[in-house]
C-alpha cells in the first residue's frame, strides 16, 4: 500500500461517523448570509395547504381521528381526484397578489405525500388524479417568477414508524421506530431536493419527538444538496437547549415582534382554516393590508396560506382578494419589497420601514390631525404620500411631526415616504 493511499483511507475512515468525535460539537452552519438576505429581500409569499382532506372541508391533519375517523380519513385519498388543477393559474393568482415565493405542504401531519414519492404508497401517484402536483406546481412558479419552496412536516401520524399518531400526535405507536422514520424522512426530503428544481425553501413543521442528534444531520445533508436552501426553525426539536434552529423563526397565526437581528417570517391563514373549508371567515382587505406592513414592520416576510377546494382551484372570492392586495401593492410595493423594518418601531398608529436614504411610514390609525415621531439624525429632505398626495413634515429636536390632510390620507393605509440626507439604516430602533 503506498504512503499515499494510506493517507486517503485514514481521511475515510476518520470521517466516517463511527470514528468520528461524539456528536456534542455537531452544529449546523446556516445558509450564507447572502441567501437568507435574498431571502428576506422577497417579504411576502403564498403558503398552500392542500390534500384529500380538503373533500371533508376539515383541518389538514389535525382532524384525523377527531372530525373525521381514522380509517375514514386515510381513503380519502381513493377519491381525490382534483380535475380543475392548473398550476399556471395558482402561480397566476400569486403573482398577481405581487407575491415573489410559494411554499406548498409535500406532507402534512397525515403523512399524505402531493408527489409521488418512491418510498411510500400514501401519495398522489395512487390517487385518481394521478399527476405530480409538485412537478408541475415548480414547473409553473419557475416559468412565471416565483420562486418556489416545500412545507414537510416532520411528524407524520400515520407513518407506523414515527412515534406519535391520531389524534393530534397524543397517541403513542407500537411499532415506533425513529430510526427507520429517519431513513424514510432524509428519503423523501431528497426526492424533494433532486426533482423539483433548486427551492428556495425547506419549512419543516412539528417535530416532535425528532432531536437534534437526528435533526441537525439531516439538515446538514440537505444544505450539501442545496447550499442555498434555507430552513426554518422547525426541523427538529430544540428541547433544554439554548440554541436557535434554522435559518429564521415562524411566528404562526400572529404578526412577529420587531426583530431585526434574528430573520423571521410570520406565517397566517386569509381565512381561519390552513386547510380548505366551506364558507370560512375570509380576512378584509383593510386586515390583509394592515399585516403585511406591521410584518415589514417589524422586519419579517408574510407567508399568507390559502386552502384549494377539493376540485383544484383557489376559491373564487379569496382570487379576489388577493388580487386586490397586488393593486395595492402596485402602488406601495416600494415600501415591502426589499426593505427593513423601523427604524420606528410598530405602535398603534401603524410600522415604519426603510430602503437606502428613504423611510416609510405605514400610517395605519391617524392618531389625530398630526403623528409625533421620536427625533431622528439625518434631516429629512422631502415628504411625500405614495401613490399621489401631500404630507408635511416638521423636524425639531423634540422629534418629527407628520401631517397629511383628510384628501391626501387613504383609507386603509397612508404610505408617507420621507427622504433622508443619510442612509436609514443607520438610525437606531426607535420606540
Ligand atoms: O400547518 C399549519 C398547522 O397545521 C401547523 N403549522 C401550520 C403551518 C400547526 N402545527 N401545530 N400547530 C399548528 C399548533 C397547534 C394548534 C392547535 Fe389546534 C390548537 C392544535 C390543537 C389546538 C388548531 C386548532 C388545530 C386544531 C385546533
Redesign the pocket.
Same mark, same amino acid.
Given at each position: 500500500m503506498t504512503r499515499k493511499f494510506a493517507v486517503a483511507l485514514l481521511i475515510i475512515f476518520a470521517s466516517t461517523p463511527a470514528f468520528a468525535a461524539p456528536a456534542a460539537e455537531a452544529t449546523d452552519p446556516g445558509a450564507p448570509p447572502e441567501a437568507v438576505q435574498h431571502w428576506r429581500s422577497l417579504r411576502f409569499g403564498m403558503?398552500i395547504?392542500w390534500g384529500p382532506v380538503s373533500l371533508t372541508g376539515h383541518?389538514?391533519? !389535525?382532524s384525523r381521528g377527531r372530525q373525521t375517523p381514522i380509517d375514514e380519513y386515510d381513503r380519502l385519498y381513493k377519491r381525490f381526484n382534483p380535475t380543475k388543477f392548473d398550476a399556471d393559474a395558482w402561480a397566476a393568482t400569486a403573482k398577481a397578489a405581487g407575491m415573489t415565493y410559494l411554499v406548498i405542504?409535500t406532507k402534512?401531519?397525515d403523512g399524505f405525500c402531493l408527489w409521488p414519492s418512491d418510498v411510500t404508497d400514501y401519495d398522489i401517484g395512487e390517487t385518481p388524479f394521478g399527476r405530480d402536483v409538485l412537478k408541475e406546481l415548480s414547473t409553473a412558479c419557475r416559468a412565471s417568477g416565483i420562486e418556489f419552496g416545500t412545507?414537510y412536516?416532520v411528524c407524520d401520524w400515520h407513518h407506523p414508524a414515527f412515534p406519535k399518531g391520531s389524534p393530534?400526535g397524543k397517541t403513542t405507536k407500537p411499532t415506533a421506530d425513529l430510526d427507520a422514520y429517519d431513513a424514510y424522512l432524509r428519503a423523501q426530503v431528497k426526492e424533494l431536493l433532486t426533482r423539483y428544481g433548486p427551492l428556495l425553501v425547506l !419549512?419543516f413543521?412539528?417535530p416532535q419527538v425528532y432531536t437534534a442528534d437526528y435533526g441537525i444531520p439531516m439538515v446538514k445533508m440537505l444544505r450539501g444538496l442545496q447550499p442555498n436552501i434555507v430552513v426554518n426553525n422547525r426541523a427538529y426539536a430544540a428541547r433544554g437547549r439554548k440554541r436557535t434552529v434554522g435559518d429564521f423563526d415562524?411566528p404562526?397565526q400572529r404578526v412577529g415582534r420587531f426583530d431585526r437581528d434574528r430573520p423571521w417570517e410570520t406565517?397566517m391563514t386569509i381565512c381561519r382554516q390552513?386547510a380548505w373549508k366551506p364558507d370560512d371567515r375570509l380576512k378584509s382587505l383593510e386586515q390583509c393590508i394592515h399585516i403585511l406592513a406591521r410584518t415589514a414592520g417589524g422586519d419579517g416576510n408574510l407567508l399568507l396560506?390559502v386552502g384549494p377546494m377539493p376540485d383544484g382551484r383557489i376559491e373564487p372570492r379569496q382570487v379576489d382578494r388577493l388580487k386586490e392586495i397586488g393593486q395595492w401593492l402596485k402602488t406601495h410595493g416600494e415600501s415591502i419589497y426589499g426593505t427593513r423594518g423601523g427604524p420606528f418601531k410598530p405602535a398603534e398608529w401603524g410600522a415604519s420601514t426603510h430602503n437606502g436614504s428613504r423611510i416609510y411610514l405605514h400610517v395605519l390609525k391617524w392618531p389625530g390631525e398630526a403623528l409625533r415621531l421620536p427625533a431622528i439624525g439625518p434631516r429629512v429632505t422631502k415628504a411625500s404620500v405614495l401613490g399621489g398626495g401631500k404630507a408635511e413634515v416638521e423636524q425639531t429636536d423634540q422629534g418629527l411631526v407628520v401631517r397629511a390632510g383628510e384628501a391626501d390620507r387613504q383609507a386603509i393605509d397612508t404610505v408617507i415616504a420621507l427622504d433622508l440626507d443619510a442612509p436609514a439604516a443607520g438610525i437606531q430602533p426607535l420606540p
Open positions: 403558503f395547504h383541518e389538514i391533519g !389535525w405542504t402534512h401531519h412545507y412536516s393530534a !419549512w413543521d412539528v415562524t404562526e406565517c390552513w396560506n
